[in-house]
């Protein structure tokens, strides 16, 4: 059977536009899955573009930033500069930071991950966000920084109230987040456990026993 050539050319064209609306279908939709992913993350910057951060609770304030030194870059990449100078336990580091750039949704239970509630200022002593004892401070290499305030749980003890920067006084509306409580473990720790722990001792090997010479056999 042979073809028009004005048939084949609207052929093609068919062919072109559904391949076109099926790749524009699937960009459409992985944009989408990208903007969720970034929406039930606490921040959506990567690790790497962290300068350094505080963190500060009841107990404490700790600053840490970035090694420069090459010495003290080959045991760990992040050193304390408040309250003491001490290289910092990479694993703390990373710990904290997981919690705060990781997906908190859970694909098998659709109402997980992070909720926004719109409150007044008058509402905000209700998620103890008025006077915050907890606070992320992150400064980003390019100057930009974020703060993170901590209020209390949620009525079911498992979820925490945050805020993303300082209130305004004269803001009318507020946004509150609801996150994991996870954050908690990550921030508090002791002094200790945010300091690179001390390299074990080498244990000196022992000298192999040389073989003793044979004795001469006398003649």
Known sequence: MKFQRSTLILMTLALGLAGFVYVFEIRVKTQQEEIQAKEQKIFSFGKDEIQSFTVTTSKQAITVERVTNAEEL??????????????????????????????????SDPNSGIQKLTVSPDQIKDYGLDLVTDTIVIKLKNNTTYQLRLGKK???????????????????????LVISDDILSAINRPLEEWKLPPEPPKVPQPNPTPNPTPSATPK
Not at 76 to 102: C, G, H, R
């Open 74 to 107: 080959k045991k760990s990449p992040w050193k304390i500069t408040a309250p003491i100078q001490f290289l910092a336990n990479p694993a703390s580091v990373d710990y904290l930071f997981m919690e705060l750039l990781k997906n908190q949704s859970i694909p």
């Open 154 to 176: 949620d009525f079911q003890g498992e979820s925490l109230y945050a805020q993303i920067e300082t209130p305004q006084p004269a803001a009318k509306e507020m946004t509150v």
